[in-house]
């Protein structure tokens, strides 16, 4: 099984709110891609941590820490996404 919480940035808890939103696994996950997979577990998240959970979800995606996205790409991408 493609554990979800084998990828970079996913514990216990995101990978558990990700299933309740109906995300099984990670080619799951890279199918949707962050945005989307954001999308339905977003009210499922405190506030302030929204835009963590997000760049979380692109790393995971990318297979990398999300704090190894360059500084530009994570502000495009938080723009695309939280506005």
């Avoid at 514990?11 to 962050?34: C, I, K």
């Avoid at 577990?41 to 790393?59: F, N, Q, S, V």
């Amino acid at each position: 099984m493609d554990s979800l919480q084998q990828m970079p940035n996913i514990g216990a808890v995101l990978a558990d709110r990700l299933r309740r939103g109906g995300v099984e696994d990670a080619g799951e996950l890279r199918r949707l891609g962050a945005g989307r997979a954001f999308e339905k577990i977003r009210e499922d998240l405190p506030e302030d941590a929204c835009t963590h959970t997000l760049l979380a979800l692109e790393g995971a995606i990318r297979g990398t820490r999300w704090t190894a996205i360059p500084q530009t790409e994570r502000d495009t991408l938080v723009n695309r996404v939280l506005g």
